[in-house]
């Protein structure tokens, strides 16, 4: 088999996964392209180990170790997104910029504290 092949595939993945996480608004499709172009990557490491006939197997044993990290980046993300979606209502990228929560009453600044921080 030759290396373009899995070379092909990976870079098309790769692009799939680049497209979607700059066009989507969704944070889970987002984090699905993030793991498109990991998979990307794991497919790369792998194809090269095979093509360079490796006796330790390190394309492998990278392999290994980039989908464990995946796993654990996956569980995380998708944790946040719904603490996120729970408070927010939303999971929409655009509109999770500011993760601040909104001021109270009690915390308002009087009109003296606001002219001192524009100065």
Do not use: C
């Not at 990228?93 to 524009?118: I, N, Q």
């Amino acid at each position: 088999m030759h290396l373009a092949y899995p070379a092909v595939l990976a870079a098309l993945l790769f692009s799939v996964g680049l497209y979607g996480v700059l066009a989507r608004r969704n944070a889970i499709l987002v984090l699905m392209s993030v793991e498109l172009m990991l998979n990307a990557v794991n497919l790369n490491l792998v194809a090269f180990d095979v093509w360079l006939r490796d006796t330790l197997h390190a394309g492998q044993a990278l392999t290994l170790f980039t989908i464990a990290i995946a796993a654990a980046e996956i569980g995380i993300g998708l944790a946040i997104v719904l603490m996120v979606y729970r408070n927010r209502g939303t999971s929409d990228v655009d509109r999770l910029r500011d993760t601040r929560e909104a001021a109270s009453a009690d915390e308002t600044p009087s009109a003296d504290e606001k002219a001192e921080a524009t100065a």
